[in-house]
Nanobody, 121 residues
Framework: QVRLVESGGGLVQAGGSLSVSCTAS????????MAWYRQAPGKQRELVAA???????NYADSVKGRFIISRDNAKNTVDLQMNNLKPEDTAVYYC???????????????WGQGTQVTVSS
């Protein structure tokens, strides 16, 4: 059974930093690409950052230069360090496995409960 557990969200002022973490179980973590998604109220879920099994990263333009995705295959965790946060980063953040085909990222079937990140102006 696939289980994804996100943690570490919270409330932060604009310009501040926050880190969120995800622990995965029920998958062979080391061979999976992983990603962070977010969903703001009234908006569609969007890809924020992805990392391959070899540690190659990719970021949405809106977070490039501010967010850093990393993984620890020994602990089955994927983290997202968020710096210089903006109010528009406010959302529920989710992790998932991800598959990239022809430039498009396809998330896995199972989602965790997510973790809320709120950035005040």
């Amino acid at each position: 059974q696939v289980r994804l557990v996100e943690s570490g969200g919270g409330l932060v002022q604009a310009g501040g930093s926050l880190s969120v973490s995800c622990t995965a179980s029920g998958i062979i973590f080391s061979i999976n690409s992983m990603a962070w998604y977010r969903q703001a109220p009234g908006k569609q879920r969007e890809l924020v950052a992805a990392i391959t099994s070899l540690g190659i990263t990719n970021y949405a333009d809106s977070v490039k230069g501010r967010f850093i995705i990393s993984r620890d295959n020994a602990k089955n965790t994927v983290d997202l360090q968020m710096n210089n946060l903006k109010p528009e980063d406010t959302a529920v953040y989710y992790c998932n496995t991800v598959l990239r085909r022809s430039g498009t990222y396809y998330p896995g079937e199972y989602w965790g409960q997510g973790t809320q990140v709120t950035v005040s102006s």
